[in-house]
């Protein structure tokens, strides 16, 4: 079903890479037991040579349900193509011929195959099951829910068939749906672990964080090979913040499945959580060296690259990230960040400006390209930026407090305090915002209310830590004193 982009977070888009690898009906079904051969016609000059040409098809064909299971697929395409050579009426080659080929990337092929199968045998609810998936993995939400549909008609305890419907529900947000038939899968088969993993991404997607564990452990429990039931753990784990027992998680889906992509992106972000910024580079640098067309992963390791203080690392990232999506508004804003403490401004302006075209909602573009205004002495431009933040997002307590600092420095008093007041409503314990209002509470006269403000500055100060600030506080008030 393909590498889906980034979400909500890195997590989220390490969990679903899991369940899309997991969810197809593909391999769960394409290597059953061998089915007899078809009988030969009763002509007696021929049933030798016929007899010895389908069994020669069988041969090929258990021959590719072998490799196919080591995932050595072309080799495997090699001998369903002779299977089917030898004996055309040979259904079950071309159903795994089309598995295999949706393996390989060829998905209309694979479609052509399994059309050809139902043609010759129209009731084989595991073919409608196959088919769905793939229809998935084209986009055809509707034809692979009216194939996964016939499936559960054929063949009402076809447990895959519910777990991948359930599957495509998720991805439409029917979370009821979803559950209801993971549910019925498992009534069906209660040990199936695709059907408990699928079941414990839901109930983490819903909030029901033990109920997923308890999934979660279940499927591990019965398979303890199974690599996308560790990592989904180990993203739940990270969600819980518990970063060292996730990476224990992903770990161990990665030397299950040591190409498993979406397990290093996964572990590289819950490395980046605990600062282990080196690991997290090494991840990454896994991820685009295995898919670099992902400009997602060029994306995030040019970020990390950027923490490391290796610019032209990232600089080049963010570059290949907007070559493979050229719209790309956080790899845009990211890329202007870079330039702007590079002290390339211009450049750093036009970068914004390009990321709030592909993005007009990205408030941190904004947020940014008023700092940047501010800083080339365009005070009037970075208060209208800091206003288009403040309305994409009304409960940004910072977006406030930096339209606060721009509106006194053009002049406009009561505009900053008002700022600084609905920042604090925000965030009680902002320092800044204290001493902020509290100079300019004190130039317009009102010193008592001044005096209260710069002593919780200077307090919030002192428990940050923070001897420049609570050395200006204290100044000020003795300044407010005289």
């Known amino acids: 079903m393909g590498f889906i982009g980034q979400t909500r977070s890195q997590v989220e888009l390490a969990s679903r890479l899991a369940l899309t690898t997991l969810t197809t009906v593909g391999m769960v079904f394409a290597f059953s037991s061998p089915v007899a051969a078809q009988t030969p016609p009763p002509d007696a000059t021929k049933t030798v040579e016929l007899s010895k040409i389908i069994q020669e098809a069988q041969n090929f064909y258990n021959q590719g349900e072998t490799k196919a299971r080591d995932a050595r697929y072309r080799e495997a395409l090699e001998d369903y193509n002779q299977a089917i050579q030898r004996n055309p009426s040979l259904s079950t080659a071309y159903v795994a011929r089309g598995i295999v080929r949706s393996r390989l990337g060829d998905r209309d092929g694979a479609i052509q195959d399994l059309n050809q199968a139902i043609v010759m045998n129209p009731a084989d609810a595991i073919v409608y099951a196959h088919r769905g998936g793939i229809r998935y993995n084209l986009g055809s939400l509707e034809a692979a829910i009216d194939d996964l549909n016939k499936a559960i008609e054929l063949d009402p305890t076809l447990a895959a068939a519910y777990v991948n419907r359930g599957y495509i529900k998720s991805q439409v947000q029917n979370m009821e749906g979803a559950l209801a038939d993971f549910e019925k899968a498992l009534q069906f088969q209660p040990t ?140 845009l804003k990211s890329r202007g960040d870079l330039r702007a403490a590079l002290g390339d401004r211009p450049g750093a302006i036009a970068d914004y400006d390009q990321s709030l075209l592909a993005q007009p909602t990205l408030t941190s573009a904004y947020a940014a390209r008023a700092s940047v205004r ?97 050395r200006n506080s204290l100044n000020t008030l003795n300044q407010l004193r005289r």
């Open 192 to 331: 199936y672990a695709p059907a408990l993993l699928n079941r414990g991404y839901v109930k983490f997607s819903n909030g029901d964080r033990d109920g997923a564990l308890d999934d979660l452990n279940q499927a591990i429990k019965l398979q303890s090979s199974y690599a996308e039931a560790f990592l989904i753990r180990g993203t739940l784990r990270h969600d819980m913040g518990e970063a060292e027992a996730a990476i224990d998680d992903i770990s161990q889906a990665i030397r299950l499945k040591p190409n498993y992509i979406a397990a290093y992106f996964s572990r590289a972000a819950t490395h980046s959580k605990l600062g282990n910024l080196e690991a997290a580079q090494a991840d990454y640098t896994q991820v685009v060296q295995s898919s670099p067309d992902q400009p997602d992963a060029f994306h995030q390791r040019g970020l990390i690259r950027a923490a490391l203080g290796d610019e032209q690392g990232a600089m080049d990232d963010y570059n290949q990230a907007l070559r493979l999506k050229a719209d790309y508004a956080d790899a």
């Open 374 to 470: 501010s800083q080339l002495g365009d005070k009037p431009g970075a208060v209208a930026d800091y206003t288009q933040a403040v309305n994409y997002n009304s409960s940004d307590p910072n977006a406030y407090q930096e339209r606060g600092r721009a509106r006194m420095q053009i002049g406009d008093v009561p505009g900053a305090i008002e700022d600084f007041s609905q920042a604090l409503q925000l965030n009680v314990n902002s320092a800044e915002a204290y001493y902020h209002r509290g100079v300019l509470l004190a130039r317009s006269g009102n010193r008592q209310a001044a005096y209260t403000d710069l002593q919780k500055a200077a307090t919030l100060y002192r428990q940050d830590s923070d001897a420049e600030g609570y």
